[in-house]
T-cell receptor, first 113, second 113 residues
Framework: DGGITQSPKYLFRKEGQNVTLSCEQNLNHDAMYWYRQDPGQGLRLIYYSQIVNDFQKGDIAEGYSVSREKKESFPLTVTSAQKNPTAFYLC????????????FGPGTRLTVL | AQSVTQLDSQVPVFEEAPVELRCNYSSSVSVYLFWYVQYPNQGLQLLLKYLSGSTLVKGINGFEAEFNKSQTSFHLRKPSVHISDTAEYFCAVSSGSARQLTFGSGTQLTVLP
């Protein structure tokens, strides 16, 4: 089955530690995205990548980093510089077009203790 | 810049009653509009999209939406809701000026027995 996988589903980390969230897709999509979701705020774009080895900052990139070494994979690192990292993180992918829907993974809920 | 406003954060409705979830957008260029649904602790699933053509768009699960350019709205409707429609609904817009989706803050639809 084609789709997007995110792992783990739940993640707990101590304050000050970096943590990497995994996102893999087998849809052969060129574009991939990371969103952060907080209650009552909808989805906010962290980073996106339209092609391998290239990515752009979204609206809230501070304290996050990404890489895109393979078409299928777009991992997100939440660094210790992110002041309030506890949130639900969603990965998405799409064909490289504005008119085409984005397909979402199941999400990772990160809790920083 | 593009933006999306979902006017109601919560909409309670009784089972088998009709429902309308409101969405207004702002953009200076032609837009593409989307409605997504999110069930608890899951990713987002596309309900329907407007790209061009007929202003009445039909989607999955009996939902439909109407694009109104003069009022810059894209309201979501369903004539008779079910308990299983309880979820959060997000309106999103993309346009030629921004190669990304902008999401509204979401509307929690709760269907009561």
């Amino acid at each position: 089955d084609g789709g997007i996988t995110q792992s783990p589903k739940y993640l707990f980390r101590k304050e000050g530690q970096n943590v990497t969230l995994s996102c893999e897709q087998n849809l052969n999509h060129d574009a991939m995205y990371w969103y952060r979701q907080d209650p009552g705020q909808g989805l906010r774009l962290i980073y996106y990548s339209q092609i391998v080895n290239d990515f752009q900052k979204g609206d809230i990139a501070e304290g996050y980093s990404v890489s895109r070494e393979k078409k299928e994979s777009f991992p997100l690192t939440v660094t210790s510089a992110q002041k309030n990292p506890t949130a639900f993180y969603l990965c998405a992918s799409s064909l490289e077009s504005l008119t085409v829907e984005q397909f979402f993974g199941p999400g990772t809920r990160l809790t920083v203790l | 810049a593009q933006s999306v406003t979902q006017l109601d954060s919560q909409v309670p409705v009784f089972e088998e009653a009709p429902v309308e979830l409101r969405c207004n957008y702002s953009s200076s260029v032609s837009v593409y509009l989307f409605w997504y649904v999110q069930y608890p602790n899951q990713g987002l699933q596309l309900l329907l999209k407007y790209l061009s053509g007929s202003t009445l768009v039909k989607g999955i699960n009996g939902f439909e939406a109407e694009f109104n350019k003069s009022q810059t709205s894209f309201h979501l409707r369903k004539p008779s809701v079910h308990i299983s429609d309880t979820a959060e609904y997000f309106c999103a817009v993309s346009s030629g000026s921004a190669r990304q989706l902008t999401f509204g803050s979401g509307t929690q639809l709760t269907v009561l027995p």
